[in-house]
């Protein structure tokens, strides 16, 4: 069966712009995480969704939200971007979140500059 | 609060020796453990879990990793290195008591030296 996808997987924006990074889960997987990963920080929790509700959540500041959808495909958006939020955004999915195991993307490289 | 500490941010070993990737972890209560594996340029893949069944838990790829209570370790261990495994190795820990978030270690490099 199909791997966890995410689009778009390169991405180069400017300061202060907006970006949608988008994320389909493997088929029958009603769970998605997002995650930060910097050579400085590591990986960070960022949140997660279940049937279409924000689970669990991360600290990071309001610019950064997410969203599922019926389908449980889901979207992270980062608002006014700032150097710093440059990272591999890496999604997740699982069959019910919780200590399944999670089954990872290929990731989004963002890039700010 | 939980965390996990991997010692060594690189570790290298020759082809056919002994992997050893070390993992603690600091948990008020039960916690379920994780080792994931990174290639370059992909997203984690999980090795193994452990999930308070056998303390000894066999992952993929001859990767195998032992609870141990008392010393709130959760060490990686493959008895012969090959090439393909180069890549990095990360502890992650989590419990129902955080609502099941995953607090990741700062990972680990295994270098593999022909």
């Known amino acids: 069966k199909a791997g966890v996808t995410q689009t778009p997987r390169y991405l180069i924006k400017t300061r202060g712009q907006q970006v949608t990074l988008s994320c389909s889960p493997i088929s029958g997987h009603r769970s998605v995480s997002w995650y930060q990963q910097t050579p400085g920080q590591g990986l960070q929790f960022l949140f997660e969704y279940f049937s279409e509700t924000q689970r669990n959540k991360g600290n990071f500041p309001g610019r950064f939200s997410g969203r599922q959808f019926s389908n449980s495909r889901s979207e992270m958006n980062v608002s006014t971007l700032e150097l710093g939020d440059s990272a591999l955004y890496l999604c997740a999915s699982s069959f019910t979140g919780g200590f399944d195991e999670q089954y990872f993307g290929p990731g989004t490289r963002l890039t700010v500059t | ?114």
């Open chain 2, 1 to 114: 609060a939980q965390s996990v500490t991997q010692l060594g941010s690189h570790v290298s070993v020759s082809e056919g020796a002994l992997v050893l990737l070390r993992c603690n972890y600091s948990s008020s209560v039960p916690p379920y453990l994780f080792w994931y594996v990174q290639y370059p340029n992909q997203g984690l893949q999980l090795l193994l879990k452990y999930t308070s069944a056998a303390t000894l838990v066999k992952g993929i790829n001859g990767f195998e990793a032992e609870f141990k209570k008392s010393e709130t370790s959760f060490h990686l261990t493959k008895p012969s290195a090959h090439m393909s495994d180069a890549a990095e190795y990360f502890c992650a820990v989590t419990h129902a008591d955080s609502n099941y978030q995953l607090i990741w270690g700062a990972g680990t490099k295994l270098i593999i030296k022909p």
